[in-house]
Nanobody, 115 residues
Framework: QVQLVESGGGLVQPGGSLRLSCAAPTIFFMWNTMGWYRQAPGNQRDLVATITPGGNTLYADSVKGRFTISRDSAKNTVYLQMNNLKPEDTAVYFC?????????WGQGTQVTVSS
């Protein structure tokens, strides 16, 4: 079992910023695509952004230009910098690691955007 340790999240006003972090075991971090997904109440879990070991990124249209995914190999950590947050960004955010046919998930962290 691959353990992903998330941190960050919280309550922020519209237009504000937050950064999420997710640490993974070294051997898995080095060779696998990682990403962030989110799930709002009553909705399915949706892709937010992914990043490959080589640094190629993919974003959902709804977050392009506002969110940035990055990875730090020295810390085995992937980050999601979220700027200009909107109320519709409110959700539980999950870190994801794709290892061949398997998907591993973090425990989830709540992001609430509200005035």
């Amino acid at each position: 079992q691959v353990q992903l340790v998330e941190s960050g999240g919280g309550l922020v006003q519209p237009g504000g910023s937050l950064r999420l972090s997710c640490a993974a075991p070294t051997i898995f971090f080095m060779w696998n695509t990682m990403g962030w997904y989110r799930q709002a109440p009553g909705n399915q879990r949706d892709l937010v952004a992914t990043i490959t070991p080589g640094g190629n990124t993919l974003y959902a249209d709804s977050v392009k230009g506002r969110f940035t995914i990055s990875r730090d190999s020295a810390k085995n950590t992937v980050y999601l910098q979220m700027n200009n947050l909107k109320p519709e960004d409110t959700a539980v955010y999950f870190c994801n690691l794709q290892h061949f046919a398997d998907n591993y998930w973090g425990q989830g962290t709540q992001v609430t955007v509200s005035s």
